[in-house]
């Protein structure tokens, strides 16, 4: 389905002006596009970068600096040439287009990182990896997407692979010749093995929620009875004034959502309506809205008001949330204290607090990342992990009841679906759909 034999042109520049803009060539006719482009026949130096007039047919575009990486030693594993252009839409548009009109065609979504992965220079993960690292928003969420491309879950998941491959390899063989008994694998050392490798695949994906929390951001409802500060805090804490404050109680019925970078995490801010019966219908509305967001939402941030002693109202959203993940603050810490107890003090006006608060949210929502054990971050492998962890489970299972002459046979399918499942995270076993479906959350250029 993916053809490679023709040579794709792109902008790699996000799109606006900016002093430097570059095309991308990858391509059997990349060298000789850009020959055409530059008028010339003299090759470019591997990996100079050569200053360059570069044309059209009937004109002059731009001076540009020119790099040419030859295969496979480049991005794509393909001959590249890089044209660094002054970064104004139209002259890389342009640039383009000469492009196409010396035999280039216009590369899809994704396209050349895709190659990078057809031509083996990187496997499915670290190709996902660079999607994410482009996307990240915080700096945790480049780290962990940088350590994925790097290939430490590359690896992670080629040893387990191995281990597999190996008891695979010893069962056959045991299979194949049965008047040797389990003379190939001693049932006890397969037993050793198997509690292992499920040990590992645990591992993994324990920190797998942790590693979906950076990549994918979560989600913390702000609640609280009216008027206690809840959208002055949501203010504080998105550096902006996105909610409504007022004196009123009541102001705020719809969920207002920002997606802010607390200590590094990315994580979706929701204002609520303030949790109280009233026979206004657009505010009940509001209020269940707030309760399904407390439903939904990773953590809760309760707002009690620090300025005046807690009431029933305060009582029941207490009671209501003790079950979740959360934070309790006492607001307005700048006006008196009539709050004792054990909840943290800020104040949304002064910002006093707040840094605190961050680092409370952080710890309840316990993400962070273990640096010596490669996370997963992305649901895709967790799901196929967690089928490799089924699947393991089962064939041990089955070996352990073996006394019920369970065949091989048997427990052999149970190990090769472990390792299918294994080798469709690193794109050994890709199919096509698959392929395409991630590629084309990249964007063009890339
Ligand atoms: N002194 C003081 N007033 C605050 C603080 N936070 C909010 N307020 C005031 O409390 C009132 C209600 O604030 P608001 O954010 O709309 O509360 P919400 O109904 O819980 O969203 C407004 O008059 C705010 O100016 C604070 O930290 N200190
Ligand atoms: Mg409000």
Do not use: W
Request: hydrophobic letters at 45%; a negative charge.
């Amino acid at each position: 389905m993916f053809s490679t034999a023709d040579t794709i042109v792109a902008i790699a520049t996000p799109p606006g002006r900016g002093g430097i803009g570059v095309v991308r060539l990858s391509g059997p006719d990349a060298r000789s596009i850009a020959g055409a482009l530059r008028g010339t026949d003299i090759p470019l130096e591997p990996r100079r970068a050569t200053f360059s007039r570069i044309r059209s047919s009937d004109q002059s575009i731009d001076h540009a600096v020119v790099t040419c990486f030859p295969a496979p030693n480049s991005y794509t594993g393909e001959d590249v040439v890089e044209i660094s252009a002054h970064g104004s839409p139209v002259i890389l548009r342009a640039i383009v287009a000469a492009s196409v009109a010396n035999g280039a065609r216009l590369a899809e979504p994704g396209e050349f990182t895709l190659r990078a992965f057809l031509n083996n220079r990187v496997d499915l993960t670290q190709a996902e990896a660079v999607a994410d690292l482009i996307d990240a928003v915080t700096p945790l969420q480049a780290r962990a997407a940088f350590d994925q491309l790097e290939g430490t879950l590359t690896q992670r998941i080629a040893q387990l692979d191995a281990t597999l491959f190996d008891l695979i390899a010893r069962l056959e063989a045991s299979v194949d010749f049965p008047e040797e008994g389990y003379h190939f694998v001693e049932s006890d050392e397969l037993l050793a093995s198997l509690d292992r490798l499920l040990e590992h695949v645990s591992a993994l994906l324990s920190d797998g929620r942790r590693g979906r929390m950076i990549r994918e951001g979560l989600q913390i409802a702000i609640v609280g009875k009216p008027n206690v500060g809840k959208s002055s805090l949501f203010n504080a804490l998105a550096g902006a004034d996105r909610a409504i404050v007022t004196s009123m109680a009541g102001t705020t019925r719809d969920l207002i959502t920002e997606a802010v970078d607390i200590n590094g995490l990315r994580v979706t801010l929701i204002d609520s309506a303030g949790l109280r019966t009233t026979d206004d219908v657009a505010e009940s509305a509001g209020v269940g809205l707030a309760r399904k967001a407390i439903g939904v939402a990773d953590a809760v941030l309760l707002v009690v008001d620090g300025s005046n002693p807690l009431d029933d109202c305060d009582v029941d959203i207490l009671r209501e949330t003790a079950d979740c993940k959360r934070v309790v603050v006492a607001n307005k810490c700048d006006v008196r204290e009539e709050i004792r107890g054990g909840f943290l003090r800020v104040s949304a006006k002064t910002g006093a607090g707040l840094q605190q608060l961050r680092d409370e949210l952080t710890d309840v929502l316990d993400v962070e990342p273990n640096r010596d054990q490669p996370a997963i971050t992305n649901l895709r492998h967790v799901m196929l992990v967690e089928q490799a962890h089924e699947a393991l489970s089962r064939a041990r299972t089955g070996f352990a009841d073996r006394a019920k002459s369970l065949p091989e046979e048997f427990i052999l399918a149970d190990l090769q679906s472990a390792r299918a499942a294994l080798e469709e995270i690193s794109g050994r076993r890709a199919p096509d759909d698959l392929l395409a479906h991630i590629f084309a959350r990249f964007c063009v250029g890339k």
